[in-house]
């Protein structure tokens, strides 16, 4: 499937916006609307749909439940992944928490930290193990994915080293670009710099208000 | 000043890389080290420092420190910025104990939540206060920034609150795009998405070797 990454990153967005309209019990949806809903042109709908190897036939709009189900796949939300949270702080206990990700197939193992005095304890339910049980952890529970919650320092080091162990994909929580092998999937979220936008926004609003209108 | 979209969201990761540099000890800095370091072509980097309103001279490189200076005052970053975060559950405790926000001016001064048994209660030393209080509290304290980390349901409707009585930005945590007046700034993390984009490239990793190279 060949798929630009601006598709690639509305593809969760299509999944959540037909994901409430079905909850809302619409069954089928024009480009019109779900253009207008997700503030992109119809022809831009449409053209993503079909770039995606879309369903729904010229005229009769998009049946809601067979696109969720279609884009539901081609994100692997289909299936279920076993993931692990190194670092137990704020962030490692925020997202351990965070309800909606297993409900989408995405199951947190375990919590890894290398502060003894965590060991043994749980956060939400889920079990924080010494650093050094990683290895054995990943092998055994076949875990795909780890998310980095611990500082920018130690990032690189310790995704190095889940590689080895064979993590194949990491979501990273540290402040900083990681340099990892292309066979890697690798996704951040950076806080700091969402936050600083902002204030970019917040601080230079009144200037573009007067050339744009906000989307 | 007139700054692209595309622009002003790398602000912040040259405020991050010059950052580190100036830890490192670097003085200096050519766009040829700059962009490869952030993974950006040199004529680039240039083309973006021109873009607002650049310093350093042809042939010289950048000067580092001159340069960090320049983009947090174009981030606001010089200055303090008022923040309550709305929701006391796992993001917004998440969010409370980030230290990285004060030291960038962000200085979070409560949490509202209408849960009865968390008023009075602290997270990370900053108070947690009922949600009618928020009205009061804006304006006593010149808040400018909320964070809205509470169900999407809530979402709107708190955020539309939250403006009439005199927030100018809202970080948004919920999952849905808020709908907002265009003399509000706004941006959203959607943790969601970003897991779903994670689990996309993992799936179809394979698929993207064979005729890419992952940056």
Redesign the interface.
């Known amino acids: 499937?060949s798929?630009s990454d601006a598709v690639?990153?509305r593809?969760?967005?299509y999944?959540?916006y037909l994901k409430?309209m079905e909850k809302d019990g619409i069954v089928q949806i024009s480009s019109h609307e779900l253009g207008r809903r997700?503030?992109i042109t119809p022809s831009q709908v449409r053209q993503d749909i079909n770039s995606f190897g879309g369903i729904g036939r010229q005229g009769y709009g998009y049946p809601v439940h067979e696109l969720l189900i279609h884009i539901g796949k081609?994100?692997?939300?289909d299936r279920n992944?076993n993931i692990i949270i190194i670092g137990a702080?704020?962030?490692g206990?925020?997202?351990v928490?965070?309800k909606?990700?297993e409900s989408?197939g995405?199951k947190t193992h375990a919590i890894f930290d290398n502060d003894p005095k965590l060991h043994g304890k749980e956060l939400?339910g889920i079990p924080i193990y010494p650093m050094d049980d990683i290895k054995n952890f990943i092998k055994k529970n076949k875990v795909?994915?780890a998310v980095l919650a611990i500082p920018a320092e130690a990032a690189q080091k310790i995704a190095d080293m889940l590689i080895k162990y064979g993590i194949?994909?990491i979501?990273n929580f540290a402040?900083?670009?990681l340099k990892?092998p292309?066979?890697?999937?690798?996704?951040s979220?950076?806080?700091?710099?969402?936050?600083?936008?902002?204030?970019?926004?917040?601080?230079?609003?009144n200037?573009n208000?007067e050339s744009n209108?906000?989307h």
Chains 1, 2 share one sequence.
């Open positions: 499937m798929i690639i990153h593809l969760p967005v999944y959540r409430d997700m503030n081609i994100l692997g939300l992944h702080g704020n962030i206990g925020a997202l928490g965070h909606s990700f989408n995405f939400s795909e994915i194949k994909a979501w402040s900083l670009d990892l292309s066979s890697i999937a690798y996704q979220v950076h806080l700091s710099e969402s936050l600083q936008t902002l204030s970019f926004k917040l601080l230079h609003m200037e208000n209108e906000k």
